[in-house]
């Protein structure tokens, strides 16, 4: 095709409508849109924020509890009766795996009363690492921060948190605000507060990093939230335990904040939360993700929409062509089916020629064979009369043999139109032609109720008597009586027809075999024959569109199984 024709024959990108249409109404939605959205972001934001608060909020106390609950094992384990040597608390303590399993708690200890000014110094601390070991002998009811959260967990029995303390760092651990969790140990199981003052002989204690129980609570959330845990119910930088983040770099720009309060331990405790940069971002963008999305969908519909209707005249010519090229080729294929039809009567002529010719010097052969052994009977001794007769079984054994070969070329070309064949009426005709055979073997045949399939009616006779014939001819040398049963059972589309026999049967590794031309798995002094019956039977049930192939072992029968087209039911 020349320039010219190419520009008469392909319109220019901006004279297409359609595409500026598609276009304009893109637009248009999205305006809709952004008018639908924009009542909506600030409520779904603020949602959205509030959730994520509370899911915030909730894991931290969910973590801190779950800490708190370490120290009521350790209670068990002083009350349990036993006495408590430092090797078995230290043991003890180890086996909390404290870094992995509850991060957070730093260290465990124990205080007990001492003399009667009730003082309760510190006695054990595991681990014990660097100032650690200066705790044991402190006085903790000498610590205001302490004392108090000594005096509630003694009156309710149940952990206390005490308020905001420094915990000093160690190694590669740097100081870091926490606090200490308190649990009583009492003699017996006081049940009044009156009882339980009493009765109160120690403490069993954790001192908790607030950064490393935060942090491991909430180990991936920075990028949606912001927030800060502090002591107490003032949000205050004196009483702060944990912040995220520095002041002023959070992402809550535009004063969105949401204050939770929490009792934990009964200490009360407040999260101060505000937007990450994700969130913020989302928040401050909302309206003009909306916009821009849909103005690129637009963009890109309207493309798409350009590139189909550029390319429509194209496809059409590419449709011409590709037409044309089909309409070639089919008319190549039915030359090439004309020249196979020819090709294959030629070949059917030739068959017939060669079988003519080849059977006349046959026909010749055997009669002046005959001839010789009736003229001179006298004079031919043992060894001539056998040869003789090796030669005429040769010729018979030939000419059987062409007809074979005649009869396989016949199954493809003058094979019957397909139509539905009665089974029942075939295997009769079958069983009449084999009469002689099953009277002198005595043999008996069973026989289910046979169906209606498709195939040709004198080819399927053929089949079946081939198969009841060999049946009865491997069966009656094999057993005292020949036992031949014909089933039928139908799979979808197909019936399966077994012929089943109690004969020498066939070893797995000739399955294949036998359907091949001319292979004989015995010599023709044990069983007659020229090895063509089954690959004719093979040949006539392909023909028909159907299967065929057997199940057998040595000595133990067969069944060679015959698929077919099952025929329309009758109306």
């Not at 205001?144 to 005096?151: N, T």
């Not at 001839?371 to 003789?388: I, V």
């Amino acid at each position: 095709m020349t320039d010219s024709a190419t520009a008469t024959t392909h319109r220019r990108w901006w004279s297409y409508p359609l595409p500026w249409a598609v276009l304009a109404a893109g637009l248009g939605v999205t305006l809709l849109a952004r008018s639908l959205v924009a009542g909506k972001t600030g409520e779904i934001a603020a949602d959205r924020f509030g959730r994520l608060s509370e899911q915030v909020a909730a894991q931290i106390e969910a973590r801190a509890r779950a800490n708190l609950q370490v120290l009521r094992g350790a209670q068990g384990f002083w009350q349990s009766g036993a006495p408590v040597t430092p090797a078995a608390w230290r043991q003890y303590v180890a086996a909390l795996a404290l870094a992995d399993d509850y991060p957070g708690i730093l260290a465990l200890g124990h205080g007990a009363l001492a003399g009667a000014a009730r003082a309760a110094p510190v006695l054990l601390v595991e681990p014990l690492r660097g100032h650690d070991a200066r705790v044991v002998g402190q006085e903790l009811l000498a610590l205001p921060v302490a004392r108090e959260a000594l005096e509630r967990a003694r009156d309710t029995n149940a952990p206390a948190v005490s308020a905001r303390l420094q915990l000093p760092g160690h190694g590669e651990q740097p100081a870091q605000p926490g606090f200490l969790a308190v649990l009583p140990l009492y003699e017996g199981t006081p049940q009044t507060v009156e009882e339980r003052r009493a009765q109160l002989r120690g403490f069993v204690f954790g001192a908790i990093g607030a950064h490393d129980l935060v942090r491991h609570a909430l180990p991936s959330v920075g990028l949606y939230l912001q927030y800060a845990l502090y002591d107490g119910a003032a949000a205050t930088e004196e009483h702060l335990l944990f912040r995220s983040e520095e002041p002023g770099h959070a992402g809550g720009r535009g004063g969105r904040q949401r204050t939770v309060a929490q009792v934990v331990g009964g200490r009360p405790w407040t999260v101060v939360l505000q937007p990450g940069p994700l969130l913020a971002f989302a928040d401050r963008n909302a309206l003009r993700l909306v916009v821009l999305s849909g103005v690129l969908i637009s963009l890109l519909l309207s493309a798409l929409t350009l590139a189909l209707a550029s390319t429509r005249q194209r496809a059409d010519q590419l449709a011409q062509r590709m037409t044309a090229d089909l309409q070639a080729r089919e008319r190549e294929v039915e030359r090439i089916a004309a020249q196979l039809r020819q090709s294959n009567e030629d070949l059917q002529q030739f068959a017939y020629a060669a079988s003519h010719d080849l059977k006349e010097p046959l026909r010749s052969i055997a009669s002046s064979l005959g001839l010789l052994a009736r003229r001179f009977p006298p004079g031919l001794d043992a060894s001539a009369r056998e040869l003789l007769d090796y030669a005429n079984d040769g010729a018979q054994r030939l000419s059987e043999l062409i007809d074979n070969l005649l009869d396989y070329a016949r199954a493809q070309s003058e094979a019957g139109p397909v139509t539905p064949v009665d089974l029942e009426e075939a295997v009769d005709t079958a069983l009449r032609d084999l009469g002689a055979l099953i009277t002198d073997s005595r043999a008996e045949i069973v026989r289910e109720p046979l169906p209606r399939v498709l195939g040709d009616r004198a080819q399927l006779i053929r089949v079946m008597q081939n198969l009841l014939d060999n049946a009865i001819k491997y069966s009656r040398q094999h057993a005292p009586v020949p036992r031949v049963r014909l089933t039928a059972r139908r799979e979808g589309a197909e019936w399966i027809v077994g012929v089943t026999d109690n004969g020498i049967g066939i070893a797995p590794e000739h399955h294949d075999k036998i359907f091949m031309m001319f292979k004989r798995l015995h010599t023709r002094q044990e069983y007659e024959g020229n090895g063509m019956g089954l690959a004719l039977c093979k040949r006539i049930v392909q023909r028909l569109g159907g299967r065929m192939w057997l199940e057998s072992q040595r000595g133990a029968g067969a069944t060679f199984y015959v698929a077919l087209p099952a025929a329309p039911a009758q109306s």
